[in-house]
RNA sequence: CGGGGCGUAGCGCAGUCUGGUAGCGCACCACACUGGGGGUGUGGUGGUCGUAGGUUCAAAUCCUGCCGUCCCGACCA
């Protein structure tokens, strides 16, 4: 490709409302435009790179057995209302009617369609498994778009459902999954790890995330330091210290006038706040109120919580009037001794002895207390969020925490849609069976964003060569004087070009060298050839490699051949 | 959805407080010079100052509503 007869628009400057590095990177190489919030055009450039992104992960799901499919982008509210998302879904779909007042909505995702699709043409067990994927562009009126192709309202998303006879061979597929987005995130040479994740809205019970490691990542992961353990920060399990086998104390009540808070208590009464213990009043499932207790340092995790049998879900902390009228205290003086509700105990404050909690009384707090000896029923389970530090739940290291980009979510989904919609296939036995189902997401267009979040240096982004827009850029110096130059340029050119090798030649007039070595770094093309005369005459081509700007002078002689083995080497073919 | 910032040329911004001829840099067009790290000069193109209303002899500037956009939070397969 000729530079001067191709759309490169590179920006000096940064645009104001980009506020992350791929977003300014994207916007000031000219690879995507904004035509509105959340919403992108993919430049020239900038679709070169997505459309080797998609190409990427579509050979690793051809790879497993999965089959293409492309389902619409325009779907039917009666779908919607048929697994009971239409509502549900709430302000996040994009909803509409066409002239005839029918409801569609634009499609965020396609379990719907695709269940319908399959009840329709998967008719035995012996068409199963079956495992169909797309590449399409998706619309989720989020409320919030930012980071540019991180988090966009439309964005290009692969996404994958497989349709099994039994939960066995939905873990075959998933797991399948789960190698193919390894072996796609390796391609791409990123940084990333497999997370336990929690289902969300989606549905189904297993489920792990793909989180490419960045600062800037709007998900926290709790990873441990010596094993493969690794989970989103609100699923990561929170181990219990040992437990503490000190010798009761004496239960003592003590007036704490104006004492609330932990910090409060813990400054008043002189203990650190790990003596402690808050006791928070929810809604129950069945009971109206359901106690929560934990240590004073530690935060209740709603997600664990809600899970739990006897408690409400959603979360939701019980008022101030409920509790006065329950307990006869104000929150801020409750605690476990003498409460007359249900309670269910964190792990590390099961752990304690002679804790300070509230006397459920206002004004007082108890020291000293011992669930033995002080309090009634109650029962442990985790519910706190782990903290940076704890041992890791699987026995190795302890649990360190990173920011990482969501790219891939894989999904058992069971039965989760194909229940209420009714996708059967007769089994061996001639029986009709609800089919279990999986899905699987991946970020096409948010994996160029995360890609430069981690590939990037004061110049701009640094591809690697299976995604980058082009393989080698030429440029030549002083063309318009130097006919050795010009036709140096050209023969590389052709010679590379005739190799199938990606070659971008920087053959605009008017532009000095140094705007031409910013744009080849700002766009990001791994290898750089300059071709002067300075270098001619004595028989060489300076050479440089974006990742490591090393620059070196190359023969001539050999320089195609040697250039096309070593590019070859980088596309692993 | 709550809080805050910002809307002036394609991009980055000044001008708004204190009303009076709409500006600067980059980009773009033409010509000349220049030619190994974002050149120089000359001359140009391009703006209903987000929008609607109000105040005023006069509004980018003051007032009110609306819209857009970005940030923080809530939310988020």
Same mark, same amino acid.
């Given at each position: ?93 994009? #909803? =509409?009617? @066409?002239?005839?007042?029918?409801? %569609? ?5 396609? $379990?719907? &369609?695709?269940? *319908? ?20 562009? #998706? =619309?989720? @009126?989020?409320?919030?778009?930012? %980071? ?5 309202? $439309?964005? &290009?998303?692969? *996404? ?414």
């Amino acid at each position: 490709m000729r530079a001067s007869k191709y759309n490169i628009v590179t920006l000096k400057e940064t645009p104001a409302d980009a506020e992350i590095i791929s977003h300014q990177l994207l916007i000031r190489a000219g690879f995507i435009r904004k035509a509105a919030s959340g919403i992108y055009s993919w430049m020239p450039l900038g679709l070169r790179v997505l459309q080797k992104v998609e190409a990427i992960i579509r050979e690793e799901m051809n790879r497993t057995g999965a089959m293409e499919v492309l389902m619409p982008v325009v779907q039917p509210a009666e779908l919607w209302q048929e697994s009971g998302r239409w509502d549900q879904y709430d302000e996040e779909l994009l #909803k =509409f009617t @066409d002239r005839h007042q029918r409801d %569609f909505c634009f499609g965020p995702t396609h $379990e719907e &369609v695709i269940t *319908d699709l399959a009840r329709n043409e998967l008719k035995s067990h012996r068409q199963l498994p079956a495992n169909f994927y797309q590449i399409q562009t #998706k =619309f989720r @009126d989020e409320t919030r778009p930012r %980071f540019g192709v991180l988090r966009a309202r $439309e964005f &290009v998303m692969k *996404d994958a459902y497989s349709f099994h006879l039994n939960q066995q061979s939905l873990e075959e597929t998933y797991q399948s999954m789960h190698d193919a987005y390894g072996t796609i995130l390796d391609r791409m040479q990123l940084d990333f790890r497999p997370v336990l994740a929690d289902t969300g809205s989606i549905g189904g019970s297993a489920s792990m995330e793909f989180h490419v490691l960045a600062d800037s990542g709007e998900d926290r992961i709790a990873f441990s330091t010596s094993s493969d353990y690794a989970a989103n920060i609100e699923l990561a399990e929170a181990i219990a210290p040992p437990k503490d086998e000190s010798a009761p104390e004496e239960l003592n009540e003590i007036a704490t006038p104006e004492v609330h808070t932990i910090e409060q208590v813990a400054a008043f009464l002189s203990v650190p706040p790990e003596s402690t213990v808050k006791t928070l009043i929810v809604k129950g499932e069945n009971e109206p109120l359901v106690a929560l207790v934990l240590r004073g340092d530690h935060k209740l995790n709603p997600l664990k919580a809600e899970k739990l049998v006897g408690v409400a879900a959603p979360l939701s902390m019980a008022e101030d009037g409920e509790i006065s009228s329950a307990i006869g205290c104000a929150p801020g003086s409750i605690g476990p001794v003498n409460l007359g509700l249900p309670i269910i105990v964190d792990r590390s404050a099961a752990a304690l002895a002679n804790f300070v909690c509230g006397a459920n009384k206002d004004g007082f707090h108890l020291t000293n207390a011992n669930w033995a000896r002080d309090t009634t029923e109650f029962s442990v389970s985790d519910i706190r969020d782990a903290l940076e530090g704890d041992p890791s739940p699987d026995g190795k290291g302890v649990l360190q925490f990173k920011r990482g980009i969501e790219v891939g979510h894989i999904f058992q989904l069971g039965k989760e849609y194909s229940t209420p919609m009714n996708a059967t296939v007769l089994d061996e036995n001639g029986k009709s069976i609800i089919m279990t189902m999986g899905c699987y997401g991946m970020g096409v267009s948010r994996l160029v964003g995360a890609v430069i979040e981690q590939k990037h240096d004061d110049s701009g982004i640094i591809w690697p060569t299976n995604i980058a827009p082009f393989q080698v850029i030429i440029i030549p110096i002083n063309a318009h004087k130097s006919e050795a130059v010009t036709e140096t340029s050209e023969k590389l050119y052709s010679e590379l070009t005739e190799l199938g090798i990606e070659v971008l030649l920087d053959d605009r007039e008017g532009y000095r060298p140094g705007a031409k070595f910013a744009d080849s770094e700002l766009i990001g093309i791994p290898h750089r050839l300059v071709v002067g005369d300075r270098g001619l005459d004595k028989g060489v081509i300076e050479y440089t490699e974006r990742k490591s700007s090393d620059s070196k002078d190359l023969p001539l002689e050999g320089l195609v051949e040697n250039l096309h083995r070593q590019i070859r080497i980088e596309l692993n073919i």
